[in-house]
């Protein structure tokens, strides 16, 4: 079982960047994903990439503010987020090991999950 752990959260102003990182503490076959879970919401998927690093997926809400990257080297992945905005205060979590490359977006397709950073933009 590959044990995730997230870091990087904080409070920003609404404009501002963080930059997420979840490291793996075992092999990682598969690819990763970096969801996220408001109060009273659904965890949703916000970014993932396959494991190699050559394709990526993003949500619509996040796409052209957020990146992701991996260092395969470190059995890290990294969220860049810029230009936040207070509907991205969630719980951040990161992912692995996904089963199923076009139902990035689902929960349900990974197996390993770190506990959870939190991300707070205010206005």
């Known amino acids: 079982q590959v044990q995730l752990v997230e870091s990087g959260g904080g409070s920003v102003q609404a404009g501002g960047s963080l930059t997420l990182s979840c490291g793996a503490s075992?092999?990682?076959?598969?690819?990763w994903g970096w969801f996220r879970q408001a109060p009273g919401k659904e965890r949703e998927g916000v970014a993932a990439?396959?494991?190699?690093?050559?394709?990526?997926k993003y949500a619509d809400a996040v796409k052209g503010r957020f990146t992701i990257s991996q260092d395969n080297a470190k059995n890290t992945v990294y969220l860049q987020m810029n230009s936040l905005k207070p509907e991205d205060t969630a719980m951040y979590y990161c992912?692995?090991?996904?089963?199923?490359?076009?139902?990035?977006?689902?929960?349900?397709?990974?197996?390993?999950w770190g506990q959870g950073t939190q991300v707070t933009v205010s206005s």
């Open positions: 075992g092999y990682t076959s598969r690819g």
């Open positions: 992912a692995a090991g996904r089963a199923d490359w076009l139902r990035w977006y689902s929960p349900i397709v990974y197996p390993s």
């Open positions: 990439i396959s494991l190699f690093g050559a394709n990526t």
